[in-house]
């Protein structure tokens, strides 16, 4: 069960990044456009509005940061309580990525 709450949170979080980087970009690109025509006072507030879109994004990569740490953790614990199986499933996924590569020459 905890297996699937945290693979749900992982989506959700991944889902929200995509997201806010998604809208990052069309801002920044609209702001860019608008930037061509703009000289002195005007670049100025284009400069303040891009410079605070720019602060707004690193505080929300910090929060998904932080809201992803309790996963990291999560899968650490994990991994340090069954190394044997971890090594087991690395290895058997490597079996089967080098028997797709092999497949494909």
Partial sequence: MARKTTQIDTDQIKDQVFSELQSLIEESERLLEQSASLIGEEADTLRAQISQKLSQARQAATSVRDRAQPVVEATQDY???????T?????????????????RS
């Fill in 79 to 85: 991994i340090g309580g069954h190394p044997w199986q």
């Fill in 87 to 103: 090594v087991a499933v690395s290895a058997g996924f490597g079996l089967v990525v080098g028997l797709l590569l092999g497949r």
